[in-house]
């Protein structure tokens, strides 16, 4: 299986945790705090699962969880809110709202543009492939793309 196939895998269920959390929060706490609440559980499950099945690491470091904790929490808590937000804005001003779950929709599309992101930093920033050389100095198989 691939890295991009693993990837997606982890990503439906990441995904199906973040917005069923979400869902189930952003009336009562608002936008904002329920996609702080909601990404941040996802983030704890994405960190451990992609490092471990998605891209092959034998150990989680504290220098791959701050690298992820920095780009993951930029597109979750920064990209994904302000996506959303102008998502609804532009929602707001053509009237799509009645009978339509803007939210809902603003909030899957928010993911996309987060998946893309994400994918490029953990596999070129957190958990960039060893080079060969250094492969064959460590002993081991370097997981395959």
Do not use: C
């Amino acid at each position: 299986m691939s890295t991009g196939t693993r990837f997606a895998a982890v990503g439906v269920v990441n995904t199906l945790l973040d917005v069923g959390l979400f869902l189930l929060l952003h009336d009562r706490l608002g936008i904002v705090a329920a996609n702080l609440v909601s990404t941040s559980a996802g983030m704890a499950f994405s960190f451990v699962v992609n490092g471990r099945f998605t891209f092959g690491a034998r150990r989680l470091t504290l220098r791959q969880a701050a690298l992820f904790l920095a780009t993951t929490g930029t597109t979750m808590w920064l990209v994904q809110p302000l996506v959303i937000q102008a998502l609804l804005r532009a929602g707001d001003a053509i009237g799509t709202y009645p009978g339509a779950p803007v939210v809902l929709i603003a909030k899957l599309l928010a993911i996309g543009v987060s998946v893309a992101l994400n994918f490029v930093a953990y596999r070129h920033v957190v958990w960039r492939p060893v080079p060969r050389d250094e492969q064959v100095r460590r002993g081991r198989p370097q997981p395959q793309p």
